[in-house]
C-alpha cells in the first residue's frame, strides 16, 4: 500500500498553514490579515484590493483597503476607520457590474481615473464577490503582474478559501456585535442598580421611638423589590407619622426595578390629604392601572404613630409581617387584611388594619424571595422556619437582620439567590 501525504504540494501546505492561522485568530482582523498571507503563499506575490457596494448608487464604490505586494507589512485595520473613499467609474466598477467570481487577464490601467499610477502593471485579476452583511467588504480583488496569468482552477480555490473565511469572518463580527452590546446593556444596568440604590432611604431615617435596621439583596444588579420610610406630615419631624413600604414587582432585573421606582415616585407624591394608609395604596394602584406597567406589585405599607406607638397598616398580596412581643416573646402576623396586588384592577380598594405596639416590641418586614429561597437539595427556606427564628432570636434589628441573612446565605450555600431578598426589622425602644 502506497501512502501519500500531500506534504509536497505547496497549495496543500498553504492551506494547512490557513487554517491553522484561522485557528488562532481572535478577531475579524486576524482573519483578513492571515487569508491575504495564505494568497501570497498560494499563487506568489499579489497585490489585494478590497471594495464596497453597500449603500451607493450603481457605478459606485467605496474602497476599503488597497496593499500593493510591497506593502504587506503595513496592513490597517479596516473595522477601525469610519469611513471610505468613494469612487465612481474606471476598471473596478466595470468588473463588479457582473455578480460572480471572475479573472481579467491583460489589464490595462492606463485609463482608469484612479489607480492608472498605483496599480500599472498589474495584468492579471481575480475578482471574487463576498457575503455577509456585517463586512465592510463586498468585494476582494487579487491582482498579479505576471508573466503569468490567474487560472480557472486558482479562481476556484479562491473562492472557496473566500467563502470559507468569509462564514468565519461573520461569525466572529456578530460575536463581537453580541460582546458590544452586552457591554452596552450591563453597562446600562449598572447605572441602574445605582440609581435604584440612590432611591433607598441612606441613611435610615430617625424615628421617634423606632430603631431600624435593614438588608436589601437582588438576585441580579437591579432588583424588583423596595423598602421606604418617609415622613407623611409635613414639618412634623421624627414624631409625625411615618410611612412604612416594603413592596416587591413581578419579575426581575432592570424592568422590575424601573416599576418599584415609580411605586415610590406615585407613593412620595401622594395627594395632601389623604388620610391612611388604605388611601395612599389606593391611589398607588389607580395610578399603576393607568400606566398599564404589564405586571404587578405587592406591597405592605403602615402608617405608624410613634406618640401613640400605634401602626396601621394595609397589605396588598404581600406576604404577612410579623411582630414579635417584648413581654412574651410571642410572634404574631399582620395578615387581619389582605387585597389583590397592585396594577391589575384599579377598582380594588383596601381596607386597614390596626396593631398597638409596645416597649420591646419587634417588626419584621420582608419579601418572597427570604422564605422562597432554595438550597442545593431545592427546598425552600419556608416562611415556619423564618417565624421560628425570629421567635429565637433575642436582640436589636441589627442583630436579628444579620442573623437572618446569614441563615439565608447557609441555606443557599453560596448560590446567587434566584429571587430578589429584602428584610426591614424595626423595634420599639
Known sequence: ??????????????????????????????TLRAIRQGFGEAYGSLASMMVSTRGVAEGEYRLIQLRREEEYAGDS?????EEFPLHRGGLVATIIKQPGPQIINDV???????????LAGYRSIMAI???????PMTWTFLLKKGPTNFTSLELEQAVLRTVMVGSLLESQMLALELA????RIDKDIRQLADLQRLLLPDPLPEISGLEIAVSYDPSGQAGGDLYDFFPLDEDAGARGRWCVFVGDASGHGSAAAVVMAIVQTILHAHPSKAAGPAELLSHANRQLCRKKIG?????FLGIYEPDERRLVYVSAGHPPPLVKRGADGKVVQLDAVSSYPLGIDAADSFKSATVQLEAGDTLLLY???????????????????LELEFRACDGRPEALIKHLRDLVNSHQRGQRPVDDQTLVAARIV
Open 108 to 118: 490595462d490601467w492606463a485609463d482608469d481615473p484612479h489607480f492608472h499610477a498605483l
Open 129 to 135: 464577490p463576498f457575503d455577509g452583511d456585517l463586512l
Open 1 to 30: 500500500m502506497e501512502v501519500e501525504d500531500g506534504s509536497g504540494n505547496p497549495r496543500i501546505s498553504s492551506l494547512t498553514k490557513l487554517m491553522t492561522a484561522l485557528k488562532q485568530s481572535r478577531t475579524p482582523f486576524d
Open 367 to 385: 419579601t418572597d424571595g427570604i422564605t422562597e429561597a432554595r438550597g442545593a437539595d431545592h427546598a425552600m427556606f419556608e416562611f415556619e422556619r
Open 180 to 183: 458590544r452590546a452586552n457591554e
Open 77 to 81: 485595520d479596516p473595522w477601525l476607520q
Open 295 to 299: 405586571g404587578f406589585v405587592t406591597a
